[in-house]
Nanobody, 121 residues
């Protein structure tokens, strides 16, 4: 029943900014998370936000990325500032964590199709 659709990816120069969006259909009373995956690498946790708006951000993006949500719109956002070439990846929205730490991809039941973010030097 749950579907997630990401948007907002694109090409940006190092130091620039992008905002990603993820719109959900179906039940959304749970935490959202953003993951990213570069070619040949494992899917990496980026950030998560609970229904009550508590946020968690990985060390690799802390201070640069901000996650937020609008429950009325069933939408989660990822504001990315000071982008670096190493941020280049496909970014995925996830929903439905069945664990308690919720920083591993296998803990999430629902995934979007991903949106490409490319940061040039």
């Amino acid at each position: 029943q749950v579907q997630l659709v990401e948007s907002g990816g694109g090409l940006v120069q190092a130091g620039g900014s992008l905002t990603l969006s993820c719109v959900a259909s179906g039940p959304t009373v749970s935490r959202y998370a953003w993951f990213r995956q570069a070619p040949g690498k494992e899917r990496e946790f980026v950030a998560a936000i609970t229904w009550s708006a508590s946020t968690y951000t990985s060390d690799s993006v802390k201070g640069r990325f901000t996650i937020s949500r609008d429950n009325a719109k069933n939408t989660v956002y990822l504001r990315m500032n000071s982008l670096k070439p190493e941020d280049t990846a496909v970014y995925y929205c996830a929903l439905g964590c069945s664990g308690y730490e919720c920083t591993k991809s296998y803990e999430y039941a629902h995934w979007g199709q991903g949106t490409q973010v490319t940061v040039s030097s």
